[in-house]
């Protein structure tokens, strides 16, 4: 899959949340690999803040991501409605401390990102694929994030309030595509026992009835009613049962944790990629959220590239008698066995060594172990799968090695090893020659790379 930005500019205006600022929110179409970027420009030089993990600096109702002293806040929303669209790349342009809350919830970002459409970029997507559970607790408030490998992405979520209006609560997105119809539109909300504290340590001050799910659920005097209402600048009121006071209905029975559910894929953006796994998350907030997207992203950076996907139940793309049909070598040189994954631009092809190899009673005959060289020749018999696989008779031609670069060689191969040769090619093929770049893992480590070019010669 091709990364993906935005076909043209969108802007979007409103007050803060916070700030009670009129802001104005620009996103724009940004280049490959470029990320998520916000851009301060009602500031002298137009500092941009990347949008990942480890800038944000404060996590109390709300997202705050700083840099060098400059902040952008509230950006959950408009993170969950660019991951949920499958968006990689987009500069957000900001003229305030804050993104503005706009209804509460995400469905406009949403409904600007149709209204502009995306386009495809020329980089591929890079998914991180979750292959073992990763779990992050709160001691303190016993909340609990954990990552599920699974083929796609999805989302559990689990809430539970000391409330008599809003007590637990569970919310499921099985299908990320589905954001729009069962998640974007769920607001933000807030406790009235609450507000008087927010107002008090400067938040709040953009938030009313049309932007939050107000929800009364600790009887408070009429003289303590009228005193919020004055704060926060709407009419008084009179409540006489606990309940949700807004006007307007909930749009779901279970909308906020519909919207806890939005939170949890905001702040997952801050990761810096496509993930590939189911999260369930019991009593989330921001900052559980934050220390959990810190603690998957440490394990992204420090991926420099996944091993492929095997099951060694599943049936192959090309078994043996395919390759032979593909590539001349016959044994004792044909060095790849089966091929689980193949396109255009990469191919995925499997090595069993067994200790019957007739390398190794000479290497070592104490100490067995695959010649670097022949990790290299399979990488390159995978890549000749890979070239030759589109052309008509591809038994009428060859691949030979033209040169061979940035060879490292990390782990030793022994018997007993699965190899997994994972190539791709670097440039489109010109003239006969392919540029390849190969990776050899055994389980998840890399053991092997190399980057060479190979000519496509037709037999004579």
């Known amino acids: ?116 459409g995306i386009v495809e970029q020329n980089a591929e997507k890079d998914f991180y694929i979750i292959k073992e559970k990763m779990r992050f607790k709160d001691e303190a408030t016993g909340s609990v994030l954990t990552i599920y490998p699974d083929d796609h992405f999805s989302v559990e979520v689990m809430v539970e309030y000391n409330s008599k209006v809003l007590p637990n609560q569970f919310a499921v997105l099985d299908d990320i595509t589905e954001f729009k119809q069962e998640v974007a ?18 938040l709040i001050k953009g938030g009313d009835l049309d932007n939050a799910i107000v929800i009364y659920d600790d009887p408070v005097s009429q003289e303590n009613i009228d005193r919020i209402c004055d704060l926060v600048g709407v009419g008084h009121m009179n409540i006489s049962q606990l309940g949700y006071i807004n006007p307007k209905p909930l749009k779901w029975d279970n909308e906020p944790a519909r919207h806890k559910l939005m939170d949890v894929i905001g702040d997952l953006a801050l990761i810096g990629r496509p993930i590939q796994g189911r999260v369930v998350a019991i009593r989330p907030g921001h900052t559980i959220n934050n220390k959990f997207t810190r603690m998957v992203r440490k394990e992204v950076r420090h991926t420099e590239i996944q091993s492929p996907y095997y099951n060694p139940n599943e049936e192959p793309i090309i078994d043996v008698n395919g390759i032979r049909k593909l590539l001349p070598h016959r044994y004792p040189f044909l060095l790849i066995d089966k091929v689980i994954e193949i396109d255009k631009k ?30 290299v020749e399979a990488m390159a018999q995978a890549a000749g799968v890979l070239v030759l696989n589109y052309l ?64 496509i010669i037709k037999n004579k």
Not at 352 to 370: A, C, D, I, K, S
Not at 440 to 455: D, L, N, P, S, T
């Open 1 to 116: 899959m091709k990364q993906l930005t935005l076909n043209a500019p969108f802007t979007l205006c409103g007050k803060g949340l916070h700030s009670g600022m009129e802001i104005t929110a620009t996103f724009n179409p940004a280049p490959d690999n470029r990320g998520y970027r916000f851009k301060r420009v009602d500031l002298e030089g137009q500092p941009e803040i990347e949008a990942v993990a480890e800038n944000v600096v404060e996590t109390t109702r709300g997202t705050v991501l700083g840099k060098n002293g400059v902040k952008v806040s509230t950006v959950e929303h408009a993170m969950a409605a660019l991951f949920a669209a499958g968006i990689d790349n987009c500069l957000i342009e900001v003229n305030g401390p804050e993104l503005p809350i706009l209804d509460g919830s995400a469905i406009k970002y949403v409904e600007k990102i149709e209204e502009v």
């Open 185 to 202: 539109s769920a607001r933000t909300f807030v406790f009235v026992r609450e507000i008087e504290a927010l107002l008090q340590h400067g």
């Open 346 to 375: 990469h191919c995925v092809a499997v090595k069993n060594v067994t200790v019957n190899e007739p390398f190794f009673p000479g290497h070592f005959p104490q100490e067995p172990v695959m010649p670097g060289v022949l990790q």
């Open 392 to 455: 008509e008779d591809p038994e009428k031609y060859s691949t030979y090695f033209l040169k061979i670069d940035n060879v490292k060689f990390r782990q030793k191969v022994v018997p007993g090893s699965t190899l997994l040769l994972n190539v791709s090619l670097m440039t489109e093929i010109r003239r006969g020659c392919a540029v390849v770049k190969g990776y050899a893992f055994v389980g998840e480590k890399i053991v092997c790379e190399a980057e060479f070019m190979a000519q």
